[in-house]
């Protein structure tokens, strides 16, 4: 199984709880601001190891609730 594959999977649970609730799904003003900071500093190569992971770690976070919001639109379409 593959990474893409189990976030699907995941996805697809997290869709099923509670659609509704899943499609109003968005990052806090915080979190926001923090990834916007990292992206920043990846472009001018200002950024540490460290912040790398942080950013490839939202960057994943963000993949599953996008997979997760495009399944929920599905069911309440249904």
Not at 30 to 50: C, N, P, Q, W
């Amino acid at each position: 199984m593959t990474v893409v594959e189990a976030f699907g999977d995941l996805a697809e649970l997290l869709a099923g709880m509670n659609p509704s609730k899943i499609v109003k799904l968005k990052a806090s003003a915080g979190m926001a601001e923090r990834v916007d900071v990292l992206v920043r500093k990846k472009k001018t190569g200002d950024i540490s190891g460290e912040e790398i992971v942080e950013l490839e770690r939202y960057l994943a976070l963000d993949l599953l609730i996008n997979l997760a919001k495009a399944r929920a639109k599905r069911i309440l379409a249904a």
